[in-house]
Every structure is written in C-alpha cells, then in structure tokens.
C-alpha cells in the first residue's frame, strides 16, 4: 500500500538450502529460497495532534518495551535524527536504518519535499510473521500444544510475552527482513522508489538494486561487520542462486561517521557509481516440491560457529579448502539438478506429475530399485537430487569432524535420517551455518508432508518446533495492498 498519508512494503525471510559458509566466499554460490514469511513495515503521518512536528515514532507492537521516538531536523539537504532520550530500549538497525536514509534521501530530493512529509510527524510500525519467532510461549498461555494444528490458531503478529533483546528467533533472518522494508518503505513513502508488484526481481533494476545497496550496508553496519548479504539479497530478490559482493566495497564506509560524508557513501552506494558484483540467479522449486520448516529448542550461536570453522580454515588451510572444492561442487550439482527438474516438469507434465506420485509414495533410499521406470527423466532426476543432497550432507559432517564444530550435530543427523525414511521425503538438512537451531525437508506430497510432522512430534532428543512458512511464490519486495494481504488489514489496526 502506498498513497500520501500511508506505505506498507513487505519483504520475505529466508532459508541457505545450500552454501553454508562458503557463501562467505566470492568464488562459492548459495541456493537460497526465500519464505512466505514476511516483515512489514507501515509508515503513515501521524494522527493530527498526536505528535510534535518532525518526529518518528517506530513501535513493533509483538514485544514489550518496543517503542522508540526520534526527532528530526532538516537544514538544505542535512538532514538528521537524534533518538529521545526518555525511551527504555534502544533499536540500533531500526535507527541505523532511520540515520542514514533520511541523510541520503536529503541528497536525493528537494528540502521541501522533505519537511512536507515530516511537518506532522512520521509512525512506524514493524511487524513480522509468526514464524520469525519461536511460539512456544503463545501456544503455552493458550494451553495448546505444539504442532501446526495449534499454530493455525494463533493470530498473525502474536505477541512474543518478551523484550525484543531475548527473544527466540526461528533463523528466517528477521533483522535482514526488517532492514529491507524498512529502508524501502522509507524511499517508497517519500517518492524515490516506485517498487512495482512482479517487476523487483530483476537483480538490473537500479532502483531497486539502491535499496538492495542500502540495506546491505546498513545491516553490515548494525551487525558490524560485513556479512555474506544473502539474507538482505533473498529479502530483495526473493529464492535465487547467490554469489556474494566483494567485501572490499563497502569496508571503506564501514564506519557510523559515514553520515558525515554522505556523497562519498553515494558513490559506494548508488548502482550507478559503483558496480557491485554480487550474482542474482533467479530460482524456484519444481511444482509438486514443498518446503518445510521447524525451529529447534536447542539453540547454536550462529557466529560462533562461523567464527570458529573459519578458524580452523585458516589453521588447516589444505584440508578445509580441499572439502570446500568438495562441497561447493556437490553444492552446485544439487542446484543443477533442481533446475533441470523444474524444466522437466515445464516441458513433461503429465509424466512428471505421474513420476512425482510414484516417489511420494516410497521412502527415497528404495526410488532406485522400488520405482518403475526409474529410468525416465524426472525419476532420475529425483534420485540424483537425492543422492547429491546425501553428499553434501556428508562432507557436512566431515566439516563438523575435522573442525570439531557441530555443523550437522549427531542429534541432527538422528532426526534428519529419521525424517528421510518417510515416504516422499526428497531431501532434508541444516540450513545456513548449521548447528542446532533449525532443520528442512523438502518433501512432494501432503501424506509426506504429515509423516514428517509425525517424526517431529514424536522426537525426543530435542524439541522440534514446525513453521507454518513454505516458498515465496511472490518473490522479494512488495508493496501491500489492503485488498491482496490480510496482513496489511491487521497491521493496519496495531
């Protein structure tokens, strides 16, 4: 939604199928699939006489203690932000966020432009699906157990019963997610970008290409550090293949004084200037492939992990770059081979749909002997996929063996094996960085769909939380209409 007085943009999470911690390399590729979940931001004028000219106020009405003030001033094209002193909390990718758009957006559009939008004062709310945030809580206070039966109950942008600082996040990359509507609704509301539904994929929109600069850096800078982007990316573009900027671009304005210079920041940051060279392959899964996700109560510090794989990279440098070759290969065949499915199914449908309900019906590791005409295409073309998935996964865990880091714990690899035994189960992992947070299965029926559900409900090792996401179908940005989300009508009333 966007007219004078109001703008919603929403932007997707995501899940690496595959490139976990090569992605953090220029040379490798990740697949990564973005998710229905999405972050909305609203931005509307506040209420007449609500609010003192010139301020913004953000709310993120799902936690506690979520509400952060900031008054702005506007002198020729400086423009600045200073966060009020009385809040409780502080936000720093939402002021981050805030700082170094309106800096630019003074360097972008006239003065007056400017301060009509701001003379009445500005309200945010940010609001991200349920599934960025474990529900445990949620389903606890409604005596309800925890399934996706129950999770269907509860109402979208539920509260989290915490601070935003100790919440239990799924891994969709919500600060990614919250960045990238952020920053867009904020150029979408003061008329610098015109994100158009079906038109933001294209990796060669310059204007959206600006966006995707901006949130880069501002989540580079928030996070401090210059992270592999594919979260920001896929929150753009939506599911690709991805091949990460050079880190080189942006460490020159890695720093919070950039704002004090902010036509150089424009150079590194404007598409125009600069030539970026991260790679944007469009991607999507075959009809019929179904993506399925849980969160686990167990937990794993992302960069910790990453911190100390890349340690022992570095101290064992023939032995982790010989498996990176390995896996990045591995990495890349799985990817081909999804690509090939979906060209089958495209060009083959009949014979695809009847070989995809064979499948679903026999656990994966009997395709090759149990299946009739194994032999066709898309029969093989599942048992490839398969068996390089398998692949990947082993030199995961011998990534875990030789680093002595749990990127595919035994725990993990229990349940992973157990989710592969049910019939119509393609494939299944850790996604991104590993380790105990999360798990997928991409499976090609509703039957393998439950059978799953099944095997996490019945586990016992850890607790295994499902999601209620699956594949964006919409790709990357939007901006929301009343009439197409029921996001945006509860949004709406926060």
């Given at each position: 939604?966007?007219?004078?007085?109001?703008?919603?943009?929403?932007?997707?999470?995501?899940?690496?199928?595959?490139?976990?911690?090569?992605?953090?390399?220029?040379?490798?590729?990740?697949?990564?699939?973005?998710?229905?979940?999405?972050?909305?931001?609203?931005?509307?004028?506040?209420?007449?006489?609500?609010?003192?000219?010139?301020?913004?106020?953000?709310?993120?009405?799902?936690?506690?203690?979520?509400?952060?003030?900031?008054?702005?001033?506007?002198?020729?094209?400086?423009?600045?932000?200073?966060?009020?002193?009385?809040?409780?909390?502080?936000?720093?990718?939402?002021?981050?966020?805030?700082?170094?758009?309106?800096?630019?957006?003074?360097?972008?559009?006239?003065?007056?432009?400017?301060?009509?939008?701001?003379?009445?004062?500005?309200?945010?709310?940010?609001?991200?699906?349920?599934?960025?945030?474990?529900?445990?809580?949620?389903?606890?206070?409604?005596?309800?157990?925890?399934?996706?039966?129950?999770?269907?109950?509860?109402?979208?942008?539920?509260?989290?019963?915490?601070?935003?600082?100790?919440?239990?996040?799924?891994?969709?990359?919500?600060?990614?997610?919250?960045?990238?509507?952020?920053?867009?609704?904020?150029?979408?509301?003061?008329?610098?970008?015109?994100?158009?539904?079906?038109?933001?994929?294209?990796?060669?929109?310059?204007?959206?290409?600006?966006?995707?600069?901006?949130?880069?850096?501002?989540?580079?800078?928030?996070?401090?550090?210059?992270?592999?982007?594919?979260?920001?990316?896929?929150?753009?573009?939506?599911?690709?293949?991805?091949?990460?900027?050079?880190?080189?671009?942006?460490?020159?304005?890695?720093?919070?004084?950039?704002?004090?210079?902010?036509?150089?920041?424009?150079?590194?940051?404007?598409?125009?200037?600069?030539?970026?060279?991260?790679?944007?392959?469009?991607?999507?899964?075959?009809?019929r492939l179904h993506l399925m996700l849980a969160d686990i109560d167990a937990g794993s510090h992302t960069p910790t992990l990453v911190s100390n794989v890349l340690k022992w990279r570095k101290n064992k440098a023939d032995e982790a770059?010989?498996?990176?070759?390995?896996?990045?290969?591995?990495?890349?065949?799985?990817?081909?081979?999804?690509?090939?499915?979906?060209?089958?199914?495209?060009?083959?449908?009949?014979?695809?749909?009847?070989?995809?309900?064979?499948?679903?019906?026999?656990?994966?590791?009997?395709?090759?002997?149990?299946?009739?005409?194994?032999?066709?295409?898309?029969?093989?073309?599942?048992?490839?996929?398969?068996?390089?998935?398998?692949?990947?996964?082993?030199?995961?865990?011998?990534?875990?063996?030789?680093?002595?880091?749990?990127?595919?714990?035994?725990?993990?690899?229990?349940?992973?094996?157990?989710?592969?035994?049910?019939?119509?189960?393609?494939?299944?992992?850790?996604?991104?960085?590993?380790?105990?947070?999360?798990?997928?299965?991409?499976?090609?029926?509703?039957?393998?769909?439950?059978?799953?559900?099944?095997?996490?409900?019945?586990?016992?090792?850890?607790?295994?939380?499902?999601?209620?996401?699956?594949?964006?179908?919409?790709?990357?940005?939007?901006?929301?209409?009343?009439?197409?989300?029921?996001?945006?009508?509860?949004?709406?009333?926060?």
């Amino acid at each position: 939604m966007s007219s004078d007085n109001a703008t919603i943009v929403s932007a997707p999470g995501k899940v690496l199928l595959a490139g976990g911690y090569l992605v953090l390399d220029p040379v490798f590729s990740g697949l990564v699939v973005a998710t229905d979940a999405r972050f909305y931001t609203l931005i509307r004028s506040s209420p007449a006489g609500t609010s003192a000219p010139s301020k913004i106020t953000v709310r993120s009405p799902q936690f506690e203690n979520a509400t952060w003030n900031y008054y702005t001033t506007v002198q020729g094209k400086d423009v600045q932000l200073a966060a009020s002193k009385d809040d409780e909390t502080k936000n720093t990718f939402v002021e981050l966020a805030l700082v170094y758009c309106l800096a630019i957006l003074g360097h972008l559009i006239p003065t007056e432009q400017i301060t009509q939008k701001l003379e009445s004062g500005l309200e945010i709310i940010i609001a991200g699906n349920n599934d960025f945030y474990s529900q445990r809580k949620e389903l606890e206070s409604r005596g309800l157990d925890l399934n996706t039966e129950s999770l269907r109950q509860i109402p979208l942008f539920a509260p989290t019963h915490t601070t935003l600082s100790k919440v239990h996040k799924t891994g969709l990359g919500s600060s990614a997610a919250l960045i990238t509507s952020l920053v867009s609704a904020i150029f979408v509301h003061f008329g610098v970008s015109n994100i158009q539904r079906g038109s933001n994929n294209d990796s060669n929109n310059k204007s959206t290409q600006l966006l995707h600069n901006i949130a880069q850096f501002v989540h580079c800078l928030a996070q401090g550090k210059v992270g592999s982007g594919f979260d920001v990316s896929s929150a753009v573009w939506g599911s690709h293949t991805y091949r990460r900027f050079s880190p080189e671009i942006l460490q020159e304005v890695m720093h919070h004084d950039a704002k004090n210079d902010i036509p150089a920041l424009l150079k590194v940051l404007d598409p125009e200037q600069t030539s970026w060279d991260n790679v944007v392959a469009p991607f999507r899964l075959a009809p019929r492939l179904h993506l399925m996700l849980a969160d686990i109560d167990a937990g794993s510090h992302t960069p910790t992990l990453v911190s100390n794989v890349l340690k022992w990279r570095k101290n064992k440098a023939d032995e982790a770059n010989e498996l990176w070759r390995q896996l990045g290969a591995a990495n890349d065949k799985v990817v081909e081979l999804l690509k090939q499915l979906d060209e089958d199914a495209r060009q083959n449908p009949e014979s695809y749909d009847i070989a995809v309900q064979s499948a679903s019906m026999v656990p994966a590791k009997e395709w090759s002997a149990g299946l009739s005409g194994s032999s066709d295409g898309t029969t093989a073309l599942l048992i490839q996929i398969h068996d390089e998935f398998s692949r990947v996964r082993h030199f995961l865990r011998e990534m875990s063996r030789l680093s002595e880091v749990p990127v595919e714990p035994e725990e993990q690899t229990r349940l992973l094996d157990a989710c592969l035994s049910v019939p119509g189960v393609l494939m299944a992992g850790v996604p991104g960085a590993g380790g105990f947070d999360a798990i997928f299965c991409i499976v090609l029926s509703d039957d393998a769909r439950k059978g799953v559900e099944t095997v996490w409900a019945n586990f016992t090792e850890m607790s295994v939380g499902p999601l209620l996401c699956n594949e964006s179908t919409e790709g990357g940005l939007l901006v929301e209409t009343h009439e197409e989300s029921l996001a945006v009508q509860r949004l709406s009333q926060l």
